[in-house]
């Protein structure tokens, strides 16, 4: 099977078309499309992806070949010169572009992290504070965490089928998050228009990443892995795609 093949054959399985259906009617985008988003479950996400981002940016780096890649924030970081421009077949190497894409959308996050009501500041303090009101979830973070285990384990197949899986359903999500969040004729949010600042990041990452599938395909061609080697890696992180909304739901 060709990479192209793979990545159609694990959108196929049945474990995505599962996690496709419960992120489609997850309540917290149900809440948001209702205008009953509260400001704890806005928040959350905001608390969640600062330590998310940072935690994924490590792990790309890792898999672009970035060992000593390890900022304690990613705020002000210059994206490193890329190991190797392109893989072996040409291709831009996607983990390098997804590092530039997160250190690119850090600042993004802050502004969309200011509009309720926190800073860097006080998002850093989440993972030393022992009496923040805010405690950062487990459940949520199962996702990088599996992120920096692909990538401690050096997995640069499974973690590309895993990207050209679950990043089209993440962006799905962003989408409608960000159309919920943006609806200005409701009112409900406080956002002026499409194009407020607030709003860039989720915008960023709803915008779909042209050429995602050549690039994954590329990495997995060139590590020569079967279908078989990467079921199981692609059907965990989506199971960690819907226990991040989950746990962000939970917090109202």
Not at 40 to 68: M, P
Not at 206 to 227: H, K, N, V, W
Not at 234 to 240: C, P
Request: proline content about 4%; some cysteine; glycine content about 6%.
């Amino acid at each position: 099977m060709t990479g192209l093949e793979i990545i159609q054959k694990l959108r196929e399985e049945s474990f995505n078309q599962d996690t496709e259906s419960r992120l489609e009617s997850h309540p917290y985008l149900k809440a948001a499309e209702d205008g009953m988003l509260t400001l704890s479950q806005r928040r959350a996400f905001a608390q969640e992806q600062y330590f998310i981002q940072l935690s994924d940016a490590t792990s790309f780096a890792f898999l672009a070949g970035h060992k000593g890649f390890s900022p304690s924030s990613l705020s002000g970081v210059t994206v490193p010169d890329p190991v190797s421009a392109v893989t072996d077949s040409g291709a831009v190497d996607l983990f390098q572009f997804l590092l530039g894409g997160e250190i690119y959308a850090a600042p993004l996050l802050l502004a969309y992290a200011k509009t309720v009501g926190l800073d860097e500041a006080s998002l850093r303090a989440l993972v030393t504070a022992s009496d923040s009101e805010y405690r950062i979830s487990a459940k949520a973070q199962a996702y990088p965490s599996y992120w920096a285990r692909l990538a401690l384990s050096g997995q640069r197949a499974a973690g590309a089928a895993a990207c050209a899986v679950n990043f089209p359903a993440w962006g799905d999500m962003c989408r409608r998050l960000f159309e919920a969040l943006s609806d200005v004729d409701r009112g409900d949010y406080g956002y002026a228009s499409v194009d407020d600042e607030g709003l860039a990041f989720i915008k960023f990452f709803a915008t779909p990443i042209e050429d995602l599938d050549l690039m994954a395909a590329a990495i997995i061609e060139e590590e020569g892995s079967s279908y078989e080697e990467l079921v199981e890696p692609v059907r965990l992180l989506q199971e960690y795609e819907i226990m991040f909304w989950d746990a962000i739901f939970d917090n109202k």
